[in-house]
């Protein structure tokens, strides 16, 4: 859904990540803009979050 309060921004996110995303969450019915917008509020509050953030590399060897 869209309000005011929502920002609609567009990202390129690897496929081979965002298609195991989706398998595993298909039954808890868990979106990614849950998973960003929990992710970003992580980011802004918790350090240890925001250094696990950038030391943080996917399976496919790719810097996320």
Do not use: A, H, P, W
């Amino acid at each position: 859904y869209m309000n005011r309060d929502t920002k609609l921004t567009s990202v390129k996110i690897i496929k081979e990540l965002y298609n195991s995303f989706k398998k595993s969450n298909i039954e808890n019915n868990f979106t990614l803009q849950k998973l960003v917008n929990r992710s970003i509020f992580l980011y802004n509050k918790d350090s240890g979050y925001r250094k696990k953030i950038f030391t943080t590399q996917s399976g496919s060897g790719y810097l996320l």
